[in-house]
Nanobody, 126 residues
């Protein structure tokens, strides 16, 4: 079992930056989990944003965030980060981190992940 807690969300103007954090507790973090970030905007389906492999060596991004967002992890701190730059109003959503205990590389669908955080709100004003 693992618990995930996101932080770092907030209100930012278009073009600005935010860094989200996802702190994990429970089983040994670095050895077991590929990690992902998803988001859900009001009235829309949850969508994949980015994922990172267990050792951080492989990352994958949705086309909509490529070149603007960067995922990273610090296994010593049991934390995954999402650096978001050049934010746009369409990035407004609740952002969730998720953990996958079964694969080395991060999947791109919600069903790949077993554990989820409670979410953190990101609002980008125009």
């Amino acid at each position: 079992q693992v618990q995930l807690v996101e932080s770092g969300g907030g209100l930012v103007q278009a073009g600005g930056s935010l860094r989200l954090s996802c702190a994990a507790s429970g089983r040994t973090f670095s050895s077991y989990y590929a990690m992902g970030w998803f988001r859900q905007a009001p009235g829309k389906e949850r969508e994949f944003v980015t994922g990172i492999s267990r050792n951080g060596g492989v990352t994958v991004y949705a086309d909509s965030v490529k070149g603007r967002f960067t995922i990273s992890r610090d296994n010593a701190k049991n934390t995954v980060y999402l650096q978001m730059n050049s934010l746009k109003p369409e990035d407004t959503a609740v952002y969730y981190c998720a953990a996958d205990p079964t694969k080395v590389r991060a999947g791109v669908t919600g069903s790949d992940y077993d554990y989820w955080g409670q979410g953190t709100q990101v609002t980008v004003s125009s």
